[in-house]
């Protein structure tokens, strides 16, 4: 009953966070640059209006069914993903199966973007897709060097074993430079600055977003919110010991998001091919020698 | 009880009569040759089954050995003689329709001549008597490479007769020196008396006879006329001379070898000298443009792996030795064969200007991937089967070196297979320049079908053929001493 | 001699037939789907027979050889003749009226003769005979197509007849060390062998195996041999053909050496035999996988995708856990599925558009959704994306690399997965999504002989996804009857200790997040449909005359990182390998400079030289 109750709430409780956080970051930037910035609740207001436009512009049956896989995969990764008091499907699919769903939401935006038939949205996808590359590289590889000293690949025990340790045990304490190098791959999965070559509306107005708008655009601001709690849990479950209660786990979103959104107001944009290359030469190399300190 | 003395009778006996009755017969010569080549088949297969049960001993003239002169037919001179023989009989069917024009005579009694000498080699049980029957079959070849008259057979054939004369030269000197040292020219009587002789005069006799008969057998470095007269000979006579005139002269080698001088102990030498006359040969013929030179050189590679496997100084060695020879006969033959007509019809020697052949002469050119496929060791053909052989009975021999050996064997078939394959693609190519090329005549197309039939079926009947060429590998290497034949 | 007889002279019997009728095209097609279609159930109805042996009645050197049916071959079996009648059906209208179609089935029976002949074959050289005839069989196969097939099919056979030498040389040495050819005889005696004469005996096996299986650095004949030949081709060669060098290492690796033998093969500390192989499978998995995203042919893309997916069933079979033998062997299969599903819709594209050039395709999705459909399924197999099959083959393979302490493997098959991603959306992309030419606006959907095969491998690429157990049944089988641990599979996907997979409630959920997804999307006010020049243009008009597409260097910004690392070797050592061999021969040949003279300075020398080596043997 429990479970049910979790399956139900859960992707409203993380959107509506998810939402205000995006809200928070317009500000917090804002406030940086010394812009009084839109009110927190704006992003909602923003979803409400796209999904009431009255003309919604489709491409062809694809575009349809993207917008469909996108969000559908974004709510996939998150029930496997364990949050405080929920882990209920993190028995039936590991680490490993969610470093993998979580490019179900990516390929579905980049078929549906692709039938829209618009260079700046094939652009964007290109990009996207080499910044993959770059970010998804190190990071997989601390995860694995972290799986293999636990001996698990299951992100729900990897919680375990962290929070039996105390603060001592998290893994950004026990194993800093996997901690340091996934926490940079981090900032290219969200997509901020400097590594927001995907979007980069001055140069490929907006990307993949160009042919997308009115409920389309709608629900790719939900999947947005979602994804992006999504994928600082994970970094919260392997790094930074979990979340043993909800004030727990919203306190480490915020310090954690903070501090990316920190760097993603003082940063200009990285060239798509630099972007890249920064990322293989310094979490890379971090996390290689991170792992070689586990093996000797 | 046939007697084997007709094998060298029937056709020297033609050959004569066949050139003082040529005015009278004009163009039937051929049947008459055909006739006699056909009467020694037919003796050559009935002696098998008698000489495997017991060496045949013939005396000439009624004065026994050791002053008299006799031939020797263990199976070794049997299994040969029949490959021979057939093999005679079937180039001389292609002949029929390739050799055209009015003194056709001429080659027909060459051709006899040369299969009297090939017979008379590895028969005669007297050594002076070797080197009677090796002159007939040299010279008789030197004339048979010119025959075409052209500019490049008699270029070829002078080389050929230069060497080949160096090469007889040396023969003699040897045989002078065993005369000298023991006083007979029997073989029998020699093989028990060599081993008395002092190791100096040993050497030198055995330097003079390898290299003397290396000529001819195209061992590395003494083949150098081979390329030139296998190349610009008739197609149908590059095909009796690689077919089996070198493979003779290689085989009387490893005789003396293993049973007469009973030296084993150069066999490690012999085996090197084999696998470096395979390389050399495999490599030359990689970047031949002339199809006939890529045969002769692939000829050099085969007489190299043939004679690498018969030094192994082992039964399976010879054994699989042998059943190369097999192979590289029929297989070769097949080349040579049907390269003759590509060159006929086409007019030209460079392979590249064969291209689409395939459409146009279907059947010679499936033929020719067959003898291709056969001499490359492809199974299930005859040539894996020999080949599979040689590389146990190398394996066998055992140690770094003989594994050293396989791997450069392996190499050369390699290489082998890459120029062969080339020539394939050309045949087999799509676009095609040549227009009014047509099959070849039904005759010689027969005879390359028969020989197809060796390398196609000989693995149905590998019992039997081991069972002979396990005979001749007895009789080299446990040196049945002729004299107790007697 | 019954069933195993019947498989291959019924196949023997469809060379026959082709060669025979090699005139009517109508003919051959039909004898040869029926011949297939009983081939594959000859092959499925094998399986009470497992264990059973039939001999060739008469003996080779002395030896019994023959075939025998076990797990492995069974599993093989199964793959080959079905993925072979797929093609055929795929093929009767593909392959109708083009130019060089005459040998197209022959070939084709040819080739099956031979890889049926050597996975069913019970000792070594029944295994080299059949061998051979594959390797001349392909060799026919590739050469089909013009003048680049001939090209390409030679560079080929260079490597494979280097293979088959080096087998032969391992064939024979095997058989001088054991007196046998029988593998079961041989797996006996391995014990009794000395370890680095095993060593020596299982690199040259090894190596052999992995020139077929276009193992990096001896892969380069593949990527050309296979896309310059008929597209169906493409499919069957990069679906089976490679795949049975890896049965070659699996059977030498587990079934004839045994995974205890090989493990004692230690060369440094961790280091052992298994490690240094892993490596060379790492390598197979990153470097073809990274040339594929240069490629601009469809055909080709996915030719060097081939082997990349080689190195994943590699690196599953080197980390020698039940769970990486089993993904390995799996694998396999799934590859199979996807990379064949792959190449029939590229070949439907080809059939109606006439080219595989991915700058000049786009659009197509509108055109042909069934081939978008069944694209879109493979390269999620191929990307290894769940639900679908390559994800979990690919899992099981991540997670034996990551718990037996591999990370560098195990990271080695991560960046190949990135790679593959990368390609497979280019591929895709550039010819089904983006702006459809004006010239393709008359292209159709293929019919239904071509939709079937299909939407058949559609069916096993999901379903082996969310149903992976239908297949590990079989092969915990074979690798208990190859004496290794099962893995502990279920219908759904594995049960272990530490983190499990469920690959029916991923998908359900997946499914449930789409549900729900599509209730929010219906909330929304009904979208309209609008053509591809309804579009954003910066302010601009856009019409057909203008091409307002994005797929030429696609990957531009990567190229440009990864430029500076592309040296080609193995390009380059190939060719100084050409030129020397042609140096050496070009002066080999000089020596035969016919010149009388020098040739009797040889026969002096000769004697000379003769002299004294004798002088020192006698």
Redesign the interface.
């Known amino acids: 009953m429990n479970t049910v109750l979790w399956i139900v709430f859960l ?1 409203i409780l993380l959107f509506v966070i998810g939402t205000f956080m995006l809200g928070y970051s317009r500000k917090y930037v804002a406030r940086i640059e010394r812009r009084y910035g839109p009110p927190i609740q704006q992003v909602f207001y923003d979803i409400f209006k796209l ?12 575009h ?1 069914f993207a ?10 990764t998150m ?2 993903v364990p949050v405080p008091g929920f882990h209920f ?1 993190a ?7 969610i470093m ?2 979580l ?2 939401p990516a ?1 579905g935006m ?2 549906g973007v ?7 949205g ?2 964007g ?3 996207a ?2 910044m ?2 770059g970010y ?2 190190p990071f ?2 601390t995860f ?2 972290f ?2 000293i636990n ?4 992100m729900y ?1 990897l919680i375990q074993v962290q929070q039996a340790g105390g603060f001592a045990g998290w893994g950004l304490i026990s194993q800093p430079l996997l901690g340091i190098a996934a926490l940079i791959a981090l900032q290219g999965m969200l997509g901020e600055k400097p590594f927001e070559v995907m979007v980069a509306p001055h140069e490929i ?1 907006t990307g993949p977003m ?2 997308m708008g ?3 655009l ?2 790719m601001m ?1 999947q947005h919110a979602i994804s992006i709690v999504v994928e600082l849990t994970i970094y919260i479950n392997l790094f930074l010991g979990g979340a043993v209660n909800w004030f727990d786990y919203l306190l480490k979103l915020f310090i954690l998001f903070t501090a990316l959104i920190s760097v993603n107001a003082v940063f200009g944009r990285f ?3 630099d972007a ?2 920064f990322m ?1 030469k310094i979490p890379l190399p971090l996390a290689i020698i991170g ?1 070689l300190f ?2 000797f | 009880m046939v007697n084997p003395i007709l094998l060298i009778i029937i056709p020297l006996g033609t050959a004569f009569l066949i050139s003082t009755l040529a005015s009278a017969l004009k163009n039937t010569t051929k049947y008459l040759a055909l006739l006699a080549l056909l009467a020694n088949v037919w003796i050559s297969i009935s002696l098998l089954p008698e000489v495997l049960q017991r060496p045949i001993n013939v005396i000439i003239a009624g004065v026994k050995p050791p002053v008299g002169i006799n031939l020797f037919v263990g199976p070794l001179g049997a299994v040969f003689s029949v490959i021979i023989s057939i093999a005679g009989v079937l180039i001389l069917l292609y002949s029929f329709k390739y050799i055209e024009g009015e003194q056709q005579h001429k080659y027909y009694t060459l051709f006899l001549l040369l299969i009297t000498g090939s017979h008379g080699m590895i028969l005669t049980g007297d050594v002076f008597n070797l080197f009677v029957f090796f002159e007939i079959l040299a010279i008789s070849s030197y004339i048979l490479v010119g025959y075409a008259g052209d500019k490049n057979g008699f270029e070829a054939a002078v080389k050929y007769l230069i060497l080949g004369s160096i090469g007889s030269i040396f023969i003699l000197v040897a045989i002078a020196l065993i005369y000298e040292g023991t006083g007979t020219l029997n073989m029998a009587d020699l093989a028990g008396k060599f081993s008395t002789l002092d190791p100096a005069r040993r050497l030198m006799i055995l330097v003079f006879f390898i290299t003397g008969m290396g000529v001819e057998a195209a061992v590395f470095p003494l083949n150098s006329w081979l390329p030139d007269a296998h190349s610009s000979a008739p197609s149908s006579i590059s095909a009796v001379l690689s077919g089996f005139v070198i493979e003779i002269a290689l085989v009387v080698i490893i005789k003396f070898v293993y049973t007469i001088f009973a030296m084993t102990e150069v066999l490690g030498f012999l085996a090197v000298a084999g696998v470096i006359t395979l390389l050399v040969g495999e490599f030359a013929a990689f970047r031949q443009s002339n199809i006939k030179r890529v045969l002769a050189y692939s000829s050099i590679g085969q007489i190299g792996l043939i004679l690498f496997a018969m030094s192994l100084n082992s039964k399976a060695g010879i054994n699989a030795g042998m059943m190369q020879i097999i192979n590289h006969t029929a297989s070769k033959s097949i080349l040579f064969l049907t390269a003759g007509y590509m060159i006929v019809k086409t007019g030209s020697y460079q392979f590249s200007d064969y291209r689409g052949i395939a459409k146009k002469m279907p059947v010679s050119s499936f033929f020719f991937v067959l003898g291709v496929l056969s001499l490359l060791g492809v199974p299930p053909f005859f040539g894996f089967f020999s080949k599979l052989n040689i590389i146990i009975a190398a394996l066998h021999a055992g140690g770094a070196f003989y594994i050293t050996m396989v791997f450069l064997v392996l190499l050369g078939t390699i290489i082998e297979s890459i120029y062969f394959l080339k020539i394939l693609q050309v045949f087999y190519a799509r676009d095609t320049a040549i227009l009014d090329v047509k099959e070849a005549p039904f005759l010689p197309l027969l005879s390359i079908a028969l020989f197809s039939l060796v390398i196609l079926l000989g693995f149905l009947f590998l019992p039997q053929i081991t069972s002979y060429t396990g005979n001749i590998a007895s009789e080299l290497v446990t040196k049945l001493q002729m004299a107790q034949v007697f | 001699m019954s069933i195993v007889s019947n498989l291959l002279l019924l196949t023997l019997l469809g060379v026959l037939l082709n060669v025979i009728f090699y005139k009517s095209e109508v003919v051959q097609k039909y004898i040869s789907l029926i011949i297939f279609a009983i081939l594959t159930y000859l092959s499925i109805v094998m399986y009470p027979l497992v264990g059973s042996h039939f001999e060739i009645p008469f003996l080779i050197a002395g030896q019994h050889i023959g075939f025998t049916i076990t797990y492995l071959n069974y599993y093989f079996a199964l793959m080959i003749t079905g993925i072979t009648l797929l093609t055929v059906i795929f093929s009767l209208k593909f392959i109708k009226g083009k130019e060089g179609n005459t040998h197209y089935y022959t070939v084709l029976f040819l080739k099956t003769f031979g890889m049926l002949g050597v996975i069913l074959s019970s000792d070594l050289l029944t295994f080299f005979v059949f061998w051979e005839i594959m390797s001349w069989s392909t060799f026919a196969l590739m050469s089909t197509g013009g003048e680049p097939a001939h090209r390409s099919a030679f560079k080929y056979f260079v490597f494979a007849v280097t293979a088959s030498m080096i087998l032969m040389a391992g064939v024979i040495l095997s058989y001088s060390l054991f007196g046998s050819f029988d593998f079961a005889v041989i797996h006996g005696k391995m014990a009794s062998l000395s370890l680095p004469m095993t060593g020596f005996l299982l690199t040259i096996f090894i190596t052999s195996f992995s020139i077929e299986s276009a193992v990096f650095p001896v892969h380069s004949w593949l990527p050309d041999g296979y896309s310059n030949t008929f597209t169906t081709f493409t499919a069957y060669l990069s679906g089976i053909s490679t795949r049975i060098g890896i049965y070659g290492i699996i059977l030498f690796l587990f079934g004839v050496f045994g995974i205890q033998t090989v493990d004692k093969l230690g060369i440094i500390g961790k280091i052992n035999f298994r490690y240094v192989f892993g490596i060379f499978a790492a390598l197979t998995m990153i470097v073809p996988t990274f040339t594929a995203l240069y490629q601009h042919d469809a055909k080709k893309l996915i030719a060097w995708h081939s082997v990349g997916q080689g190195g994943y069933m590699l690196i599953g079979l080197a980390s020698g856990s039940a769970l990486g033998i089993a993904g390995g062997m799996f694998h396999v299969l799934n590859h199979m599925a996807y990379v064949v599903l792959i190449v029939f819709a590229i070949a439907s594209v080809e059939y109606r558009t006439g080219t595989t050039n991915l700058n000049k395709l786009g659009g197509l999705i509108k055109k042909m959704p069934v081939s978008y459909l069944a694209l879109l399924f493979g390269i999620i197999g191929l990307a290894g994306l769940p639900p679908m099959n390559g994800f979990v083959s690919k899992w099981f393979i991540y997670r034996a690399l990551i718990l037996g302490g591999y990370p560098f493997l195990a990271i080695a098959a991560v960046i190949g997965t990135l790679g593959t991603i990368l390609s497979v959306y280019k591929l895709i992309h550039n010819m089904f999504l983006g702006q459809l030419p004006e010239r393709y606006n008359d292209v159709k959907e293929v019919g239904f002989s071509m939709q079937l095969p299909m939407w058949i491998l559609m069916i096993v690429v999901l379903g082996l996804g969310v149903y992976p157990g239908l297949a590990m049944g079989l092969i915990a089988k074979i690798q208990v009857s190859l004496g290794l641990a099962a893995v502990p599979y279920a219908l759904h996907g594995i049960k272990a200790a530490s983190g499990q997979l469920d690959m029916l409630v991923v998908s359900a959920v997946f499914i449930g997040g789409i549900a729900v997804t599509w209730i929010i999307y219906l909330l929304g006010n009904r979208r309209k449909h609008v053509g591809q020049y309804n579009n954003y243009a910066g302010g601009n008009f856009l019409n057909k005359s203008v091409a307002y597409n994005f797929n030429y260097e696609f990957y531009a910004a990567l190229e440009h990182v990864i430029d500076p690392y592309r040296k080609k070797i193995i390009e380059r050592t190939e060719r100084g390998i050409a030129s020397v061999t042609d140096a050496v021969s070009e002066y080999i040949r000089r020596i035969y400079t016919g010149m009388i003279n020098t040739y009797g300075i040889y026969v002096v020398t000769a004697f000379v030289v003769t002299i004294i080596i004798l002088k020192e043997l006698i």
């Open positions: 992707p999904m009431s436009k009255k003309t919604n512009i489709s491409h062809g049956w694809m349809d917008i469909l896989m996108l969000l559908g995969g974004t709510l996939l029930y496997f499907f028995q039936y699919g590991d680490m490993l199966v993998y769903i490019l179900i390929l980049a078929l692709g039938e829209t038939a618009n260079p700046n094939s652009i996808i290109s990009r897709l080499m993959l590359a998804d590289i997989v590889l694995i060097g799986a293999m001996h698990t690949t299951s025990e107005a160009t042919e009115g409920k389309f709608g629900i939900i060239r798509t091919d890249v290359r293989w792992i586990i093996i």
